[in-house]
């Protein structure tokens, strides 16, 4: 188990950051941590890496109590912080080294230049680089001691879309040689393309907690069926299967349903009785990005139906 | 191990930092040699000219270039987020407390160096019967300044409050202790105050030795001060130090340390 938390809380003065968190993250894979503005996120792996004393509640990191044993977690751990500046009248390859030194085991920093795509970069001042190399260098600075458990705060935030990609294939890579990653975004479709298990964050509180697949199947979004067709078309058999016409004009339908299968399913039969061509036809499913509009929208949102076996958690708020 | 690699690396980084950058090269080593010919203009008439002024001007450069060299140099890093990246690496307050300190104390020898040097070249400067006892006495005075320095650099919560709280204590250091001004051009009550200043008894040191003609063994009660002050201060540091400042620094702790450093001084002035 990397990270086990039990009704973590905590407030700054009057604020509550974090209401009542429990969380449990294990060993190996990308975890995405989604939320608003104020949702908790920063907080949350600011007490995991030992910067903020939790109020309530406990919480162990890789064994070991942060707010207690802060120095010898940080040797297993590699943090990423949001808005940190690099020390930049160094090189990349002087600021690797120097963070080496701070750990009892480090790998050489040539490696680490090569993993994070620096290597013609290393006798660079940081102050040079560009900002997805800065932020490269930010990820570089927390493998540098090749811990078990990397926590990154927003690291592609700002980006562009190349240098998004690159910092996506060195995270996916850190997941093949078995590392937990845990790391927050604003970034819906980066959460859904790397992440193997997604939380939301709302208020201070975890609301949704699985796949994203689980996530985007227990959404209360409906599917949105797209049509073209060429001949008379009447859509009364569809609407008797639940599907809602949202708009006609001329040979384009398109209509919104909940269970998408039985109206595709009707509308082969319409097509055939009626003796129309379909000339086009796309279908826009609920997308993880419904799913957490749903959960961050509506905060009091409780305890939605969850299909099957589903592993996908969607908790009450407490408060 | 990696407490001793990662603090010399952390010195090892500040210095190459501060080498780099053009403005502290400038104010760091550049401005005290500008303050060295306008000593010799303004004190040229005096009897005993700048042999008499050495001293003070001695105690000017290492008080400004420790103390204000360290102080803005913590405030900055903590302002841009540095000093936080550390803190989730296990270095502790105590390597970036040093490592900054051996920073100062470096570029502070380099200054004073370059300083004595021109003065000696060029400004026929006597030092006295031995240079060496001038660099033992400039090392005290450096080893009590760093770590007021380090306090500030922690007290003083950004950039925009840095310079003011730090003028607030350089310009009494500076012209109380009589290294700006000869000591006997103050009331007498100022100059019962200067006793409790630090650079005060660097001053007195430098003079015995540079002026005076005496040897180190009669400096003693300077040099505690100035051993005790700073072995006082930098233990404070640790009570002080705050990785970012947001962190509170505690109205007990501050008291502490001003509390601690006043009685020392306090002690001394009425000793002597």
Request: hydrophobic content about 50%.
């Amino acid at each position: 188990m990397s990270i086990r938390t039990r009704s973590l809380t905590k407030t700054y003065g009057t604020t509550e950051a974090l209401r009542g968190v429990d969380l449990d993250i294990e060993s190996g894979g990308i975890i995405g941590l989604l939320g608003p503005n104020g949702a908790g996120k920063t907080t949350l792996v600011e007490v995991f890496e030992g910067l903020r004393t939790p109020t309530a509640g406990e919480v162990s990191v890789m064994g070991f109590d942060p707010s207690l044993e802060s120095v010898a977690l940080r040797q297993h751990i590699g943090a990423q912080l949001q808005a940190t500046h690099i020390p930049d009248g160094l090189t990349a390859f002087e600021v690797l080294r120097l963070f080496a030194s701070f750990y009892e085991r480090s790998v050489p920093v040539e490696d680490v230049l090569e993993r994070v795509n620096l290597n013609g970069k290393a006798r660079e001042l940081a102050r040079n680089l560009s900002g997805g190399q800065k932020q490269r260098l930010a990820i570089g600075m927390a493998l540098i001691h090749d811990p078990a458990l990397l926590i990154f705060d927003e690291p592609t935030a700002g980006l562009d879309p190349a240098a998004r990609r690159q910092l996506h294939e060195i995270i996916l890579n850190l997941k093949e040689r078995g590392r937990t990653i845990l790391f927050t975004t604003h970034y819906i479709e980066e959460a859904e393309r790397l992440c193997e298990r997604v939380v939301i964050l709302n208020r201070g509180q975890v609301v949704a907690d699985g796949t994203p697949l689980e996530l985007v199947r227990s959404s209360e979004g409906k599917s949105t069926i797209f049509i073209d067709v060429d001949g008379p078309f009447d859509p009364a058999p569809l609407l008797a299967v639940g599907a809602l016409e949202q708009e006609r004009r001329g040979a384009h339908y398109r209509f919104s349903a909940i269970d998408s299968t039985a109206v595709i399913v009707a509308l082969g039969e319409v097509l055939r009785s009626q003796g129309v061509t379909l000339t086009d036809m796309h279908m826009h499913r609920p997308t993880l990005e419904d799913f957490y509009l749903e959960m961050v929208d509506d905060p009091e949102v409780a305890d939605l139906a969850v299909g099957g076996e589903s592993e996908v958690a969607v908790r009450k708020p407490v408060a | 191990m990696s407490a001793i690699r990662g603090t010399l690396e952390l010195s090892r980084a500040y210095l190459l930092k501060t080498m780099r950058s053009r403005s502290a090269l400038i104010w760091t080593l550049l401005f005290p040699q500008v303050w060295l010919f306008m000593f010799a203009l303004i004190f040229r008439n005096m009897p005993d000219g700048m042999n008499a002024r050495m001293p003070g001007l001695f105690t000017i450069t290492a008080f400004s270039g420790a103390f204000f060299g360290v102080a803005y140099s913590l405030v900055t890093e903590r302002e841009q987020g540095i000093l936080r990246r550390i803190w989730v690496t296990p270095a502790t307050a105590t390597m970036v407390v040093i490592g900054n300190a051996v920073r100062s104390l470096v570029m502070v020898a380099a200054s004073l160096f370059m300083q004595g040097f021109l003065a000696r070249m060029v400004l026929g400067v006597n030092f006295g019967p031995a240079v060496w006892q001038v660099a033992v006495v400039l090392v005290f005075g450096v080893w009590a300044f760093v770590p007021l320095g380090l306090i500030m650099g922690s007290a003083a919560k950004d950039m925009r409050s840095a310079p003011a709280i730090s003028n607030l204590i350089f310009f009494p250091m500076v012209f109380m202790s009589g290294a700006a001004l000869p000591l006997d051009m103050l009331p007498g009550w100022l100059q019962g105050f200067g006793r409790m200043l630090p650079t005060t008894y660097l001053v007195q040191a430098l003079e015995g030795v540079m002026v005076r003609g005496e040897g180190l063994s009669q400096q003693g009660l300077p040099l505690a001060v100035m051993l005790t002050s700073g072995f006082i201060a930098f233990g404070f540091n640790s009570l002080l130090f705050r990785w970012e400042s947001t962190q509170p620094l505690g109205a007990k702790r501050v008291g502490t340390a001003l509390a601690g450093l006043t009685l020392l001084y306090a002690i001394v002035a009425l000793v002597t």
